[in-house]
């Protein structure tokens, strides 16, 4: 071979390697390029996926916020509703205590009392007493009324 065979073979090499070389940094270049678009897309997605997150952490901010304000609503009506039932049990003694007081005032009543027989005293009437005949208010078969 000539030496101007050789340095045109020397010289396509060289050429061939350089469009090689060309051909890989545009390739590595479009690839870039290509991941860059990639990224910049999952970013816009992340970005409205963000705006999404916010309105779902919004929503549950303010649902949690109800959710404690109910709670403090329904502690206070709880407390409000023990209160209320430590005063009914309260009148509640303290009526059975006049129910008690009445009913032995009765008793002492009818103890003293000439007119009323013995057989009434205890009649297990659940009014207190209150179901019991006046005998002072019936006529007197000795009256003739």
Same mark, same amino acid.
């Given at each position: 071979?000539?030496?101007?065979?050789?340095?045109?073979?020397?010289?396509?090499?060289?050429?061939?390697?350089?469009?090689?070389?060309?051909?890989?940094?545009?390739?590595?270049?479009? &690839?870039?390029?290509?991941?860059?678009?990639?990224?910049?897309?999952?970013?816009?997605?992340?970005?409205? @996926?963000?705006?999404?997150?916010? &309105?779902?952490?919004?929503?549950?901010?303010?649902?949690?916020?109800?959710?404690?304000?109910?709670?403090?609503?329904?502690?206070? &009506?709880?407390?409000?509703?023990?209160?209320? $039932?430590?005063?009914?049990?309260?009148?509640? %003694?303290?009526?059975? $205590?006049?129910?008690?007081?009445?009913?032995?005032?009765?008793?002492?009543?009818?103890?003293?009392?000439? @007119?009323?027989?013995?057989?009434?005293?205890? @009649?297990?009437?659940?009014?207190?007493?209150?179901?019991?005949?006046?005998?002072?208010? %019936?006529?007197?078969?000795? @009256? $003739?009324?």
């Amino acid at each position: 071979m000539s030496t101007t065979a050789i340095v045109w073979t020397i010289v396509i090499v060289v050429v061939v390697l350089a469009l090689a070389l060309v051909a890989y940094r545009m390739s590595g270049r479009r &690839k870039q390029d290509r991941r860059r678009d990639q990224a910049t897309e999952i970013r816009h997605e992340a970005a409205s @996926d963000d705006r999404t997150v916010r &309105k779902h952490e919004a929503e549950a901010a303010e649902k949690d916020a109800l959710a404690r304000q109910a709670r403090a609503e329904a502690d206070r &009506k709880s407390a409000a509703a023990d209160k209320l $039932g430590v005063e009914a049990q309260e009148r509640n %003694e303290h009526a059975t $205590g006049k129910r008690t007081e009445q009913r032995d005032r009765l008793a002492a009543a009818d103890e003293i009392d000439p @007119d009323v027989g013995t057989d009434h005293r205890d @009649d297990g009437d659940s009014t207190g007493g209150l179901g019991r005949r006046d005998v002072r208010s %019936e006529p007197n078969s000795a @009256d $003739g009324r």
